[in-house]
């Protein structure tokens, strides 16, 4: 899109925005402040580079096989580089367990350390990107359906090591790169069919966790993920949303929401208000589910613009972590990547938009009729027109111009890996 042209627009979009009493360049500033944390599975289809493993389970599945799949270490950071130059900011990245360094070495799970992360870090220190961390329970032969919550000595205690291991990883990955860490941990562990012993898998999950957490860390955060279901776990999760707010609450963790994790009638957004009060902090992972599935590719849809703007009108920007968890086999990797990331910050950017100090008055007021007026008024708004001027002052393609950067690199480097 011509520089002009969204100079153009931009000056009439700041009037118009003044005209509400928002300040548009205030906005961009605090979007240019927000760094997505970038999830580095998206590039493989959560394979990893462990020589253990064979296909996914655990309640994980990415379908399609559109060409181009990163087959190494060097093809995912070389794609992860090509999906950041198109995403307007700064941001981080997420890495699983599964996506060490470990150099062709057989490293099992209950054996990994920080040096087979050390060239991320170094990685990560040399392109200014800060890492985040994930302890990975799936897709390995002791995985099975039941982890962390396994009444298996060997099986749990392997499962607890491992997690033990990663916050050790996570806690030297906080420490070299002087920005804490944040690590997250989710299992898939569950019942496809009718259990009698909810409570039994359920005291077994908070022994395990209550060992993993004896040790304190100061360079890391430690992150609880919950799930209504997994694919072959239909009928019981063990670490349901109330187990770990539970757990997170009295243990001081912080709470991760995946967006794709609850049941489709429920709001992630109306959550967000409820944890801030008692905790401190919240990771978010966005994603967008479709039926069963809970990793489609993010849109800016009302339920993820819902969220943002829950987040700015609970003015907890600084306290809210805000991560992609989603993989599409089936489209063009990278530009499923920079499409979830960029509609994931233009739903951001729509809600630091938003009127809200007019829309609070009104509220105060019990002006029902204006504030629903307002709400309606601002959905069209020119905040497209924001959006292109904060693209062109981070040096990223505006509007869709980096359709053609995403199709020239999959013919110069993707089509290439066949």
Known sequence: MKEKLVEQAYAIARERYAGQGIDTDRAMESLQAISLSLHCWQTDDVTGFEKLSGALSGGIQATGNYPGKARNIDEVRMDILKAMSLIPGRHRLSLHEIYGDFGGEAVDRDQVEPRHFQSWIDWGRWHGVMLDFNSTSFSHPKSGNLTLSNPDDGIRNFWIEHTKRCRAVADAIGKAQGDPCIMNIWIHDGSKDITVNRMKYRRILKESLDDIFSTEYADMKDCLESKVFGIGLESYTVGSNDFYIAYATRNNKIVTLDTGHFHPTESTADKVSSLLLFSPELMLHVS????????????????????????????????????????????????????????????????????????????????????????EESKSMPWNAVWDMFCLRNGVPAGDGFIPEVEKYEREVLLKRQ
């Open 288 to 375: 967008r589910p479709v039926r069963w599935d809970s990793d489609h590719v993010v849109t800016m849809n009302d339920e993820t613009l819902d969220l943002c703007k829950e987040i700015v009108r609970c003015d907890a920007i600084g306290r809210v972590h805000v991560g992609l968890d989603f993989f599409d086999a089936s489209i063009n990797r990278i530009g499923a990547y920079v499409t979830g990331a960029r509609a994931t910050q233009k739903c951001l950017l729509q809600a630091l938009l938003e009127p809200l100090g007019i829309l609070r008055k009104y509220e105060s007021e019990d002006k029902g009729f204006e504030r629903l007026a307002l709400l």
